[in-house]
């Protein structure tokens, strides 16, 4: 036990490292819009892709989506219906949206998860939900050692909805819905490192039409 709460005192000090010099570059970069500021520390990106690169990850999400996966322990099966497959992290289009978000946080692109398509069609939705990992489940093991926590979540959307598809922020009290090509960001941690409450959030059903998104998650060290 004592080696694990070890492990998890250095990740918490990362993070807090991380979290503080990320905010900072954030809340310098003119282009960035302050959406919550508060408990949950919610930022926006208008036309952060374009709509060439939107259309091209729509069809790289078709050629790879499969039924989500889940932390069953966490939400149960229901609780994430949608279709999601990552993309090829080698290839040269990915890699330089992920340059570019890498330095929009300033941070070494191994930090970030490979970037992941997710495609919502009518009736499709993700649960209210955290992206930080719950330290006390088996699953830890395993993130502990390849890469850590999750510090940041990065969402871009990448299309038009009809109808539903936002991404909602209950305790914040916060709505968010579909806009091509803007991006959506929230740190996962509080300033000392430890998971944050207030970043719950939910993709809601979609009524009419179908949404598709990427995000990708970067952790407090390298992941792997």
């Known amino acids: 036990m004592a080696k694990v709460a070890k492990i998890d005192e250095t990740n918490r000090k990362q993070l807090s490292a991380m979290n503080s010099a990320t905010l900072a ?22 036309d952060f892709f374009s709509a060439e690169e939107c259309e ?19 939400y149960g099966r229901q609780a994430r219906t949608s279709f999601s497959g990552d993309l090829n992290h080698n290839d040269p289009f990915v890699r330089s949206l992920h340059r570019r ?18 495609r919502y069609e009518v009736g499709q939705e993700f649960k209210p939900h955290h992206d930080w990992f719950d330290t006390s489940q ?9 890469g850590g926590q999750r510090a940041w979540t990065l969402m871009v959307y990448l299309n038009e909805v009809e109808e539903g598809g936002n991404t909602d922020f209950p305790k914040a009290n916060i709505s968010v819905p579909p806009q091509p090509g803007t991006l959506i960001m929230w740190s996962n941690v509080l300033a000392d490192g430890k998971p944050n ?18 995000t990708r998650w970067y952790r407090g060290r390298r992941w792997y």
């Open 25 to 46: 570059r954030i809340r310098a970069d003119d282009s960035v819009q302050v959406l919550s500021d508060d408990g949950l520390q919610l930022f926006g990106i208008p």
């Open 56 to 74: 091209r990850l729509m069809e790289m999400i078709d050629m790879v989506a499969r039924p989500s996966p889940v932390f069953q322990v966490d």
């Open 101 to 118: 978000m890498d330095d929009l946080l300033g941070v070494d692109e191994q930090f970030g998860e490979t970037l992941q398509g997710q």
């Open 138 to 146: 088996d699953y830890w093991k395993g993130d502990v050692a390849s």
């Open 197 to 214: 409450m207030d970043t719950l959030h939910a993709g809601t059903p979609v009524v009419k039409g179908v949404k598709y998104v990427v």
